[in-house]
């Protein structure tokens, strides 16, 4: 298995859960929806993990500067971070409109974060470093 292979099934099983959680706001099922957020945040964070603490740390460490686009990548993690607060705070407000709209601002950013990570990135992370290593780093995260 590649590290491409690897993080865009991660991709795709959060999105599987971020369409759950805005169909769960959408249906105004307030007793659920905060589950499925958290269970949503909890799987972002995690691969935000894996990337931070184990891809980012490698392509860091790589040398001669042709692989180092990690600046942008962790900033685009903490902008989607700070829309988890704000969606947080519009589930615990029941407040679907607001909710909705941070969502659609979120996809947007995911969409194409994860098309510059999947088209770009992880390429040249199979292509430098060692993926079987960093896979099962990642794997390691909790």
Not at 117 to 139: C, K, P, T, V, W
Request: hydrophobic residues 35%; charged residues 25%; negative net charge.
């Amino acid at each position: 298995m590649t590290i491409n292979e690897f993080m865009t099934n991660e991709h795709r099983n959060c999105d599987e859960e971020f369409a759950n959680l805005e169909n769960t706001v959408d249906k105004e099922d307030w007793d659920n929806a905060n589950g499925f957020f958290m269970r949503f945040s909890g799987m972002m964070q995690r691969h935000f993990a894996q990337e931070e603490k184990v891809m980012f740390d490698e392509y860091n460490n790589c040398e001669g500067g042709h692989c180092n686009p990690t600046g942008m990548m962790i900033m685009e993690h903490d902008q989607m971070r700070a829309l988890f607060e704000q969606m947080q705070n519009a589930i615990n407000l029941k407040d679907k409109d607001n909710f909705l709209g941070l969502s659609e601002n979120l996809l947007f950013v995911m969409q194409q974060h994860n098309m510059k990570e999947e088209q770009m990135m992880y390429g040249m992370a199979d292509e430098f470093l060692d993926s079987d290593n960093i896979i099962q780093r990642m794997q390691q995260i909790s």
